[in-house]
């Protein structure tokens, strides 16, 4: 647990605490417990289109009737945090705070970055395993508790390191605070559009001042010479908006194509799939990871212990399912499952 709350609001699984104060800009945090994390990588995406590019992403990806979302844009990659936003919007309005009046981040986007390497960090609840690499967060795993060994080898292989022994997890870091989020959501590039649709404007009120002072300018030849001169200028700067306007448009053409290339179904059909066979011995999900059609989830029993074959057999016969492995998790009760989806 972090050594000192910070000045938010901060969700939680099963509560939402107030901060101490409210000096400063205010964020409602919704801990990392209830935040999926993943990085996609945006080739061929213009800058100005990577923050659009990603939100579909988003919504490709994210489990969730209503969506929330925070991003990290960096190149040609974004980093794309998402949680359950109607579960959001339950919990401010349960404590009096009106939704859309106060920004709702993840909390790691508020905790400060780390050192280039692993890193085991301390959470609103239990712990966040972390990979940075050229000043970049690469690679992130939630735990409810500290990892085993085999956890945590298994995330450090996942960052792509070639490990041969079982390392040692590391001891858990307490976070430290920031005032402001280090991400960058795309902001200035939201800026540099509405800087180029002002100078659009910008001369079509040109244009409709030469219109309507059309018969006085005929008798000031010094006054159209400075408004044609305007008009120039104007139609200069709105060039590039025009040629942006058509590469938007091919990109939108671009990634509509990219999008209907993913063979897989989509991770909230996926989700349903999985839940609909679990046995109703109050059998739940206690961990999901999913890449590229590989999906693995963890299964948790707090009645009695869990067969392995049952499980290995119930979702073979799930159709789309392929390659189905089972193995104990963290006891009895607890099983990893792994599979892949067919294309």
């Given at each position: 647990m972090p050594s000192q709350s910070p000045p938010f609001f901060r969700q939680y699984r099963d509560r939402t605490e107030r901060p101490a104060s409210w000096r400063g800009r205010r964020f409602w945090l919704v801990s990392r417990s209830l935040c999926g994390f993943r990085l996609f990588r945006l080739a061929n995406v213009g800058r100005n289109e990577l923050r659009d590019a990603a939100a579909l992403k988003?919504?490709?990806?994210?489990?969730?009737?209503?969506?929330?979302?925070?991003?990290?844009?960096?190149?040609?990659?974004?980093?794309?945090?998402?949680?359950?936003?109607?579960?959001?919007?339950?919990?401010?309005?349960?404590?009096?705070?009106?939704?859309?009046?106060?920004?709702?981040?993840?909390?790691?986007?508020?905790?400060?970055?780390?050192?280039?390497?692993?890193?085991?960090?301390?959470?609103?609840?239990?712990?966040?395993?972390?990979?940075?690499?050229?000043?970049?967060?690469?690679?992130?795993?939630?735990w409810a508790e500290a990892p085993s060994p085999e956890q945590w080898l298994e995330f450090v292989r996942a960052t792509g390191m070639v490990v041969d022994a079982l390392p040692e997890?590391?001891?858990?870091?307490?976070?430290?605070?920031?005032?402001?989020?280090?991400?960058?959501?795309?902001?200035?590039?939201?800026?540099?559009?509405?800087?180029?649709?002002?100078?659009?404007?910008?001369?079509?009120?040109?244009?409709a001042a030469y219109a309507y002072l059309g018969g006085s300018l005929?008798?000031?030849?010094?006054?159209?010479?400075?408004?044609?001169?305007?008009?120039?200028?104007?139609?200069?700067?709105?060039?590039?908006?025009?040629?942006?306007?058509?590469?938007?448009?091919?990109?939108?053409?671009?990634?509509?194509?990219?999008?209907?290339?993913?063979?897989?179904?989509?991770?909230?059909?996926?989700?349903?799939?999985?839940?609909?066979?679990?046995?109703?011995?109050?059998?739940?999900?206690?961990?999901w990871s999913y890449q590229t059609g590989d999906l693995q989830f963890t299964v948790f029993s707090p009645a009695s212990s869990l067969d392995i074959l049952f499980y290995v057999k119930t979702y073979s016969s799930v159709p789309g399912f392929t390659d189905v492995a089972a193995e104990r998790a963290e006891g009895p009760r607890s099983l990893r499952v792994k599979l892949h989806l067919a294309k």
């Open positions: 988003a919504r490709e990806w994210a489990p969730y009737a209503e969506m929330g979302y925070h991003l990290h844009l960096t190149g040609e990659a974004a980093r794309i945090w998402v949680w359950d936003a109607a579960r959001v919007r339950d919990a401010m309005q349960a404590i009096g705070v009106r939704p859309g009046r106060i920004t709702v981040l993840p909390e790691t986007a508020l905790q400060a970055r780390r050192e280039d390497g692993l890193h085991l960090v301390g959470c609103l609840e239990g712990v966040e395993g972390q990979f940075w690499a050229e000043g970049e967060l690469k690679a992130s795993r939630w997890v590391p001891l858990t870091e307490q976070p430290v605070w920031r005032s402001r989020a280090w991400t960058n959501s795309g902001a200035g590039l939201e800026l540099e559009r509405r800087g180029r649709e002002a100078a659009l404007a910008g001369a079509a009120l040109v244009l005929v008798r000031d030849a010094r006054s159209l010479a400075e408004i044609d001169d305007r008009l120039g200028n104007a139609q200069h700067r709105a060039a590039p908006v025009i040629t942006d306007r058509e590469q938007a448009l091919a990109d939108l053409d671009y990634l509509s194509g990219f999008a209907k290339l993913d063979p897989y179904p989509s991770q909230l059909t996926v989700l349903a799939r999985v839940a609909e066979n679990l046995p109703s011995n109050g059998a739940q999900l206690a961990a």
